[in-house]
C-alpha cells in the first residue's frame, strides 16, 4: 500500500508561502510515500495570458527551479509535478519525479496544449511527448496525464494493459470567485 497526498496550490506569492507550510504540516504527520502538486505549481500562471512574454518566461523558470530544492521539505518518499523548463529552443510544461536519493527527473513533456481563452498554453508551450509510457515510484506503476491530458482517452487502454495501477494528472485550475465576490453579496 502507498500513502499519496494530493493537494491544491495558489499562484499568489504570500497565499503559496501559507499553504507550502500547511502542506509541510500535513506532509510530517502522515508522511505519505508519494506527494503530488498541481500543474505548474509555484509558478506565476503565464499561460493564461493570451500573449507570450520572455521575460515571464524567464521568471518562472527561475522560480520553478527555486522551489524544486524546496521539495525535501516535504519528507516525502516521491513528489510528482510539472515544471517549466526550456530545451533545443523550445519551452514545455514537464512531468517530473523528485526523491531525495535522484533528485528531479524528467517524466514526459505534456502533448495536449489548449488554446482557448485563459487557457492559453500552446502559445506558451510546445507540444512534448506523444507517448505516455508508465513511469515507477518505489512499488507504485502509474500513468502521468497533465492536466487536459486527462481527456486523453486512448491512453487508459494502453496503461491498462502495461500494468498502471493509478493515473497522475497534475492540474491547475484558475481560482473561481465565490458567489459573494461574483455578486457583490456579503456571505
Known sequence: MMRITVCELPHEPAALDDAWEHLRGHTV????????????????PVWECERFDLARWADIEAL???????????????????????AHGSRYNEGFIWSADHGAVPLRRKFFLPDETSYWEARWFAKG?????????????FGL????????????????????????????TEAAPTLASATGLSP
Open 129 to 141: 511527448d506523444p507517448l505516455f509510457p508508465p513511469f515507477q515510484a518505489g512499488g507504485l506503476t
Open 29 to 44: 504527520q502522515h508522511v505519505p510515500d508519494l506527494v503530488l502538486l498541481p500543474e505548474l505549481a509555484m509558478v506565476d
Open 64 to 86: 520553478s527551479r527555486e522551489w524544486m530544492q524546496r521539495l525535501e521539505e516535504l519528507g516525502a518518499g516521491f513528489v510528482v509535478g510539472t515544471r517549466p523548463v526550456s
Open 145 to 172: 496525464n497533465i492536466c487536459t491530458e486527462l481527456w486523453a482517452l486512448e491512453t487508459y487502454a494502453q496503461y491498462a494493459a502495461s500494468g498502471v495501477q493509478v493515473i497522475l494528472s497534475p492540474r491547475a
